[in-house]
């Protein structure tokens, strides 16, 4: 069922956007697409897992409770794509989205796939581990057990 959200900004009330869908998160995706400004937009609660947001400005947004988004965000511009570390033990590169795991295995034929020079791919490997390190340092190797339940 349709209903109309409205994202408005969580100090003045603003509306920041408006559409008619099913959930909060295809709105905000729908806003990201139309390139929307969301800088403070108020999104307590809301479920983003798996939404695609990359270029979205969320600076100063209200997120507490936001599901599906990690407390910390690692983004790196590569030469070809960026590499967007935003849920638990999951790296973005370009239009693929896949486990550390996976991203550590295949890398070498993804890249060759994607055209990647020998150098790129070297490049992207050590992107790899450096979102490796960071994933470790703040814990996002896997979800919190309370957080991996409720999504």
Known sequence: MKVKFEIKHWMTGALLFEFECETLKEAVCEAVKRGAYLGGAYLVGANLRGAYLEGANLEGAYLVGAKGITPQTLQILGTRHALIVR????????????????????????????????????????????????????KLLEKPKEQAVAV
């Open 87 to 138: 849920d638990y033990g999951r790296i973005e590169i370009g239009c693929h989205s896949k486990t550390l795991a996976q991203w550590e295995k295949h890398y070498t034929k993804i890249g060759e796939a994607e055209g990647y020079t020998a150098e790129q791919i070297e490049e992207y490997r050590e992107h790899i581990a450096s979102c490796r390190k960071f994933m470790e340092r703040y």
